[in-house]
């Protein structure tokens, strides 16, 4: 597998909000940053907030769009967990286990950001569900039911 960064483009209504919450609140790197976009590492990975004319239609559930990231130690999610809960950032949903005692068990929060985007992060405890357990093929829920 070649090696490579993520680059995700999302929308911020205030970029002086959406600085805050990811410099101060998740320890993101600020990059360059103009009138209408910043530049950020998180977790060295590209992400770039464009300033959008409000106001961006809130989810009212994680699906279907969200971001975020996959952690490979356990520790380091919790380390942001702690953090994120320290700093006083809004979690649309707490941290939690889901498919207990399964291959693709994994632990999860949702943060929401200054604009209404939603940011996922997880640790898989079987590291082999990261990208795929084919004989458990659990993936999310029904996009209806508001989760």
Known sequence: MKTAIF???FPSVDLAATRKFFVEGLGAEPGRETATALILNLYGHQIVAHHTRGP???QTGIYPRHFGLVFQEERDWLELHDRAKSNGLTFFQEGKTR???KVTEHRTFFLTDPTGNLLE???YRHPEAIFGYIPDAEVGEYVGDGE
């Open 7 to 9: 680059h995700l483009a």
């Open 56 to 58: 961006i239609e809130p």
């Open 99 to 101: 498919y207990p005692e």
């Open 121 to 123: 992060f997880k640790y």
